[in-house]
Structures are given as structure tokens and as C-alpha cells.
């Protein structure tokens, strides 16, 4: 009984002894706690709502036809301009070579005003000279009428043919006005026939490059729907190409996060495809001008009262390192952990107006060649048609 009363006091020591010390390092935990996250983790937003997004850029056809062949399948790398998917060409080969030669007839028509040009204006003078000549003839007879060696009529006869002579020249010089209308003021080249005639070349050559569609972009092949021998219709998605190279994270997050939030902090992304190992550097690009719920196709907001109320997400748009991209490669939806350093606060919410941003966010210049080629076709057609002599020199004038 002595030994065990004897214990009893020191056990009731060693528990007082531990609670006081596990109290001890538990209040200095919340104090390291406490110091981590003033100087730390306050200044870091975080969110595991994440997710890698790129342009999906939609192939679809400006014309209608038969597809003959498929260039490029799923998860292949294609070069912009390199053609995709062809067409059956035959209409658009026949609707073209009428084209040209129907600019080929106008351009010869043309020629032919320029030409009449010439001939009118010889028929002028053809008719002034008989004017003059008819004039003379009278004079002459009037000045003999007095001797009696003209009779009367021969002086109306005259007369007469002096008339006709001047109706003659009017009706010359009225239809040489007639043409000049047709002339005046442009070439052959430029002339309104000729350019209606070349407008149908433009068209028809147009319509038959875009049998040919090239890839608009440099990127991966994805979600093929196209096949060998379908009829498809203009506008009718064919495929989606993806640039790898240009991807960015959308990441959603809380409402009560983004009140330090300013465009351009640095943000450190990793992705659950690489894990731990791999960590991605960015910087805040931009912030969704609504939530994710205010896009949606049935908002949760209602005017009748009986909704409840839940914390908003704002997505929020981050640029990747395109270096890191290339090193370690992500794919569009892939889950994202994105952790924003927030200290910096001097900034803005709100995007500005880029210095560089006049010019295009996006483009592609791969359909301007058809252009081109088309110009230089009609360009030839004109040229060989037009030839030289007459018809060039009554169009300098």
C-alpha cells in the first residue's frame, strides 16, 4: 500500500509534465503557424480548379465537293499552308476555264473599240473632205449662175449634195463620239468589260484553289470527322488543329481570392501529368469579365428568392513560359495546380489597351496566295489578248 500511494503522486506528475509540454509545442506550432503565414502564405493565392486551354482552330470548307483525299490524320503535326483535304476540282475546272476565256473575248472586244477608234476617225475626215468639195462645187456654180452657162437646177442639185454631205459628217462625228464613250479615260486593261471579265476569273480561280484546303496554323491534327468520298457542304466542320505552342491554364478561382489579384503576378503551375517534378512559371494575363455561373446556359440566379447562396468562381487566364512548353508538353484540359503570388498588389484588375495590340491577336496569311495566283492569271490572259499597234496606240490617247 506504501509503494503503490508512493507512485501515485509521480504519475499524476509525468501526465501534468506531458500535457504542460505537448501545450508548449503546440502553442509554439500555431506561433510558427502563424509567422509561416504572415510572411508566406498570405501573400500566395491557390487553386487546384485548373485546367490547361489553347485554341482550337476549326478546319471547315469554303466550297462544297467530294473529298478525294486526306492528308493529315489525328495527332499529326502539320505545317501551316500544308494542303489537308482535297476536293473533287472537275466543276471548278470547267467553271474557270470558261472564265478565262470569256476575259480572253473581252479583252479582244475591247481592242475592237480602240480599233473603231481609228476607222471613225478617218471616216470624219473622209466626210469633211466631201463637204469641202460639195461647197466649192456650189460656190462655183453660183458665181456662173449670172452668165447663163449653169441652169437653175444644177445650182439646187448642188446645193443638195452639200446637205448631204454635212448630214453625212455629222452622222460620221456622232458615231465616233459614240465610241470615244466606250474609250475614253481607260485602257484595255482597265476597261469595265475587261474588269467584270476578271472579276469571273478571280472567282473561279478562287473557287477551284479552295478545293485545296491548307492547314491554317502550325499544330496537331484532332477530332477528324472527314472521310474518303463524303459530300460535304461550305462550312461543314471538318477537322481541329491545336497549337501546342500557344496554350495558357483558365484558373477558377474563389471570389474571396481575387481582391489582391492584379494582372502580371507571377504564378507557379504544376500539372498532375509531370507532378511535383515539373513546375511551370507564368504571370496573370487577365481576369473573366463575368463568373463561371454567369456564363452558363441556366444562371443560378433567379429573381423568385429561393436559391442559395454559393461562393462564385472567376476564371482567370494564365500565360505559360512557351520555353517550358516545348521542354514539357501539355495538352488542352489537363488539371492544373496554380499558385498565385499576390504581394504585389500595385497593379490592376482590369486589362489595358496593349501598345502592340492594333494588329491582329491571331492571323493566318496562307489564304493569300490563291489571290496572288489569281492576279497573276488574269494579268497573263490580259497581256496575251491585248497585242499592239492601233488598239495600244488609240489607248495612250
Known sequence: MNATTANTPAAGGNRRGLLIGFTIVLIIALLGYGAYWMVYLRHYESTDDAYVAGNLVQVTSQVGGTVTAINADDTDLVQA???????????????????QAQLAQAVREVRTYYVNNGTLEANVKLRGDEVERATSDLKR?????????????????????LQSAQSALEAAREQLNSNRVLTDHTSVANHPNVQRAAANVKAAYLAYSRASLPAPITGYVARRSVQVGQRIAPGAPLLSIVPLNALWVDANFKEVQLSHMRIGQPVEVRSDIYGSDVTFHGKVLGLSAGTGAAFALLPSQNASGNWIKIVQRVPVRIALDPKELEAHPLRIGLSMQVKTDVANDNGTSLT??????????????VFDEADKESSAVIARIVAENSGSGSGSKSETK
Open 352 to 365: 489595358q489597351n496593349a501598345p502592340g495590340r492594333n494588329a491582329p491577336a491571331y492571323e493566318t496569311k
Open 141 to 161: 456654180r453660183q458665181e456662173l449662175a449670172g452668165t447663163g452657162a449653169v441652169s437653175k437646177e444644177e445650182i439646187e442639185h448642188a446645193k443638195t449634195a
Open 81 to 99: 499552308g500544308k494542303p489537308l483535304v482535297e476536293l473533287d476540282r472537275a466543276d471548278a475546272k470547267v467553271a474557270l476555264d470558261q472564265a
